[in-house]
């Protein structure tokens, strides 16, 4: 793994091989297993919401809004993966995660979270108008059923269109949100760390290992959309899993140049 150094006072990028994800992800199944409480509460949580959501946003605002939101979520869940990320540092330094310390993840309050939280929430809100400029382009008809909107995607030309044109627009959202939380979301669990130099250390590392970091990206992707295509319950497992091997891409990518310690910036709680 060679290592690259970038500009001043930030930390030194990795460059990680082809098959880094996939190592990401094993190494995450061990985390799961040794913290299977904390991790699979947080699951849950996130799962009854996204049900909850889902069921509602449904009833209310038919079916195009269902899956808009849904797919969007890719782009705020680096934030609501806190609980995760904290349980990874906790492993990794040696220390017993508990529901309690990662429920509520306190180094997580913090102005920079919000910052970053309000720049992702803004992406997300960009999103939507973008996916409801497509769909109305597409067709004068509200679908009120999953069954509708797919019967319209996938059997006309029209929807053909609107599937191909929105897939390329939410592609460019996601990659440019992914380029600057991949790491960025992780790292500002170190208190000493402010939301520009973890942004700028999350798109160097993006640049740095453009083709892995599209494969995670992309593996990301499917296992969110599988989630939303069996009712969210898979999310249980999933979302711990991928914030677990979300920090261990960033404990990868980024080394500690004295500064991210497992540890950093945290008293003994």
């Given amino acids: 793994m ?7 006072k930030l930390p030194t990028i990795r460059k990680v091989g082809p098959a880094a994800p996939l190592r990401w992800l094993a190494a995450a199944l061990g985390d799961l297993s040794r913290a299977p409480l904390p991790s699979f509460f947080h699951g849950l949580v ?12 449904l009833r209310e605002w038919g079916a195009f809004w269902t899956v808009a ?20 540092r906790l492993l990794e330094a040696g220390r017993k995660p508990t529901v309690g310390r990662t429920l509520l993840v306190r180094r997580a309050l913090r102005a920079d979270v919000v910052v970053l939280g309000v720049g992702l929430f803004f992406l997300f809100a960009l999103w939507l108008r973008a996916a409801q400029v497509v769909y109305g382009l597409s067709t004068f008809t509200l679908h ?17 269109v609107m599937l191909l044109v929105g ?25 000493r760390v402010g939301v520009f ?11 740095t290992n453009m083709g892995p970091l599209l494969v995670w990206a992309g593996l990301i992707a499917a296992l969110v959309a599988l989630t939303a295509a069996t009712g969210f319950l898979p999310m249980i497992i999933v979302f711990p899993w991928l914030g677990l091997a979300s920090w261990r891409a960033f404990r990868d ?17």
Avoid: K, N
Avoid at 46 to 57: D, E, I, K, Q, Y
Avoid at 255 to 269: C, E, F, I, T
């Fill in 69 to 88: 939101l849904t797919f969007g979520f890719i782009l705020v869940a680096p934030l609501l993966a806190m609980g995760p990320y904290e349980t990874g």
């Fill in 197 to 207: 130099a973890a942004v700028a250390t999350s798109v160097r590392a993006t640049l």
């Fill in 2 to 8: 060679e290592a690259v150094a970038d500009a001043a």
């Fill in 46 to 57: 996130l799962t009854l919401v996204s049900v909850g959501l889902s069921l509602s946003l």
């Fill in 253 to 269: 990518l980024v080394a500690p140049d004295g500064m991210l310690a497992p540890d950093a910036g945290v008293s003994a709680d």
């Fill in 144 to 160: 009120d059923t999953p069954e509708q909107l797919a019967a319209f995607a996938f059997g006309t030309d029209e929807g053909r």
């Fill in 167 to 191: 897939s390329a627009v939410g592609a460019v959202f996601a990659f440019l949100t992914f380029s600057c939380v991949v790491v960025a979301a992780p790292m500002l669990l170190d208190s």
